[in-house]
């Protein structure tokens, strides 16, 4: 099973989809291309410092509720 880049877990899809938000909605708040959304979002990269703080400012939620060193507990479909 490959690991998320520098053992580094987000919830930036769940956040995006739970407010309705396009890849491309986030990428352009971001100013970054919409496929990055789509690599941070797979742990494909982890993002610099400057944009990880980007994302948790759009979310208007703390660092830590986008981004942990390790999983995330998984949250329930209903």
């Known amino acids: 099973m490959g690991d998320e880049a520098a053992g580094v877990y987000n919830r930036i899809a769940v ?3 739970e ?3 396009s ?3 986030l990428a352009s708040a971001l100013g970054v ?3 990055t959304v789509g690599y941070l979002e797979r742990g494909e990269y982890s993002p610099s410092l400057q944009v990880a703080l980007q994302i948790a400012e759009f979310f ?3 660092v830590e509720t986008v981004f942990s060193r390790s999983p995330f507990p998984r949250i329930g479909a209903g």
């Open 19 to 21: 407010r309705g938000i």
């Open 23 to 25: 890849r491309r909605q």
């Open 33 to 35: 291309h919409y496929q």
């Open 15 to 17: 956040l995006r989809v």
């Open 60 to 62: 208007e939620v703390p």
